[in-house]
């Protein structure tokens, strides 16, 4: 486990050009715990001006993937689900996962997504991931 | 059930923002089924230079909403899964989705990804959609 | 909703042939959340002596269906995922349901199963289920 | 790989006691495949008199890790997801699966699951299973 496990994971995030076009911004990293924001654009929308689908899977991967590196090192994601529970519209979202088992072979997590407006935040998506540990390069 | 699906796919797929950007290209649908392309470039990679999840998640997404569309009309995606199989590394990507069951009050789709390379196509990623129709604006 | 939801959901607990036969216990029910216990039978388990991951997610299944029924009357399962985080071996069983999300068209639940051993609980799974409200008979 | 991967899954069939109370048949294996047929009994029913949803799992689990053995060796199930499209009635059962990728350290099936009526096969659900191989006792 890294020292600084915010200041690692957001200098992973800097690496990946999608996460870099998107604007993935790292609120929180430590413990088996992530934050993930990201701010609206329209070139992140589907036909009704909702957040792409596509955009809330990459936030709970990629949140998934974080929250799960500040355990157990490098992983590659290997299976992932998303809940659609209501429509994702909004100028700021943020996805919140967390660890919930650590095994030598698997790591499973889950996250939520949530829609910030005004200072609240209403949860508009869950997720899951599976996610496999993999040597560090 | 339009008489020309393609072309009202393809007028659809021009409508969402993200799907111009990213470069999502219709080659097919009807019947239940639909294909979509998408060509490499470096902003749609992570960190190894590998597609991005989220994006082959945008991918099933996106090419099983097409499906769908060609036998229930307008669909909003309610659940989706991704599962990565082998890293989805190449110069082009393509997504063939189709409908398993459209039931009245859910659409069930399933959608293969495959890298093309050198004319062969190699499956790095399977998933699932489950949409709902929605009345037509 | 009713005035009793755990004398409810009781009632509808034993007119399940499978239910009976397993010995699915309804321990709490009410206000979006359902607790089932099950008590070990050899006739429960898989080839190691562990409960079978059929009976985990019959499990979390009936368990999420319970929660959704506290919240939105008959509903019919139509998705379900199971994670097997942990080996299910243990004297007695607890499935703890919530409901993530009850919209018009569906409901969104998950469950974490524990094993329950000299009063400790160790979570063994955990899942996720969508179902669909239907007109009461 | 076993030389009579049919008998080698059946015997594996008859040492999980859950599978021997169910009535689970095998009816083919090998080369990544397997069918399981399953007969109708009143304990194996909900509410309504339909095959129990958690049976559904079970026999897509269980098919799902036959196929998965007569290329992998043993194995254990990490993740299984059902999806029911229609209502499971009838007099007979059969789950088809298949292997999708065979990796070093997760296999991905999928199977569907049929009821048999007269003869003809009719689509009842879905599933998919991540599965984890293990060494050989």
Redesign the interface.
């Known amino acids: 486990m890294n020292a600084d496990p915010l200041a690692q994971i957001k200098a ?1 995030n800097q ?7 998107a604007g993935f911004e790292v609120i929180s990293a430590g413990n088996g715990e992530a934050e993930l924001g990201l701010k609206w654009r ?6 009704n001006g909702f957040l ?4 809330l ?3 709970i ?2 949140a998934c993937g974080y929250a799960a590196v500040t355990v157990a090192g490098f992983v ?11 429509p994702a519209k909004g100028s700021e979202f943020v996805a919140k996962a967390r660890v ?2 650590a ?1 030598r ?2 790591v ?1 997590t ?1 996250a939520e997504v949530f829609v910030v407006e005004g200072g609240e935040r209403k ?1 508009v998506a ?1 997720g ?1 991931t ?1 996610l ?1 540990p993999v040597e560090a390069k």
Chains 1, 2, 3, 4 share one sequence.
């Open positions: 992973i690496t990946a050009a999608f996460n870099r076009w329209d070139d992140l929308g589907q036909y792409h689908a596509g955009m899977g990459a936030l991967d990629t590659l994601a290997s299976h992932y689900s998303v809940n659609c529970l209501a919930t088992k095994g072979r698997q499973f889950s949860l869950t899951e599976i496999i």
